[in-house]
């Protein structure tokens, strides 16, 4: 629970910028996390783990920086998305880089979530699933996910099937 607690304190505000789909970049993980909200990567848009480590070294060496000149400031987690849709082996690998890098929070969009949370949550991190409907929410927290997306219609393009106004309050 420290993570989850370090993470509430350390938020200037709760905000997550989306992990989006050739849209997210170290640009904009950079400036999320320095502003003090949650920024993020997608691993969907690397070629390979190589390209995903150059990405967090770009992040992290930024954050270090600004750490370093405004200590007074608060620095927002980083979090990826990561679709497990690679071997067990090569899913575990992921996680392992993104530890090194400071990750506080993976983000799976599909899978199951009762193999996922506790694989992530080895590793030290926040686990947090994408729910399209309140069925895969129920699972998802039923799992022991440490964080909901709720995906709802009109998110970017997604496959939402409720209002957010109805989807999040549930």
């Known amino acids: 629970m420290a993570l989850a607690e370090a993470l509430r304190r350390d938020l200037t505000l709760p905000a997550f910028a989306a992990p989006m789909f050739l849209v997210s970049g170290t640009d904009l993980a950079i400036e999320c996390c320095r502003a003090g909200i949650i920024g993020s990567l997608t691993r969907n848009h ?6 995903l480590g150059e990405q967090l070294r770009t992040v992290r060496d930024a954050l270090d920086r600004h750490a370093e000149t405004l200590p007074e400031r608060s ?20 996680l392992d880089l993104c530890r090194r890098h400071g990750v506080a929070i993976i983000v799976t969009s599909v899978g199951d979530p009762t193999v996922n949370a506790p694989l992530v949550q080895e590793y030290g991190m926040l686990h947090f699933h994408d729910a399209t409907t309140l069925r895969f929410a129920e699972k998802a927290a039923a799992a022991g996910a440490d964080g909901i997306v709720c995906i709802g219609a009109g998110g970017g393009g997604h496959a939402g099937m409720i209002s957010h106004f109805a989807f999040v309050p549930k």
């Open 46 to 51: 690397c070629r390979d783990i190589e390209e």
């Open 75 to 94: 620095i927002g987690p980083l979090s990826v998305n990561i679709s497990p849709t690679f071997s067990q082996e090569e899913f575990r690998e992921h």
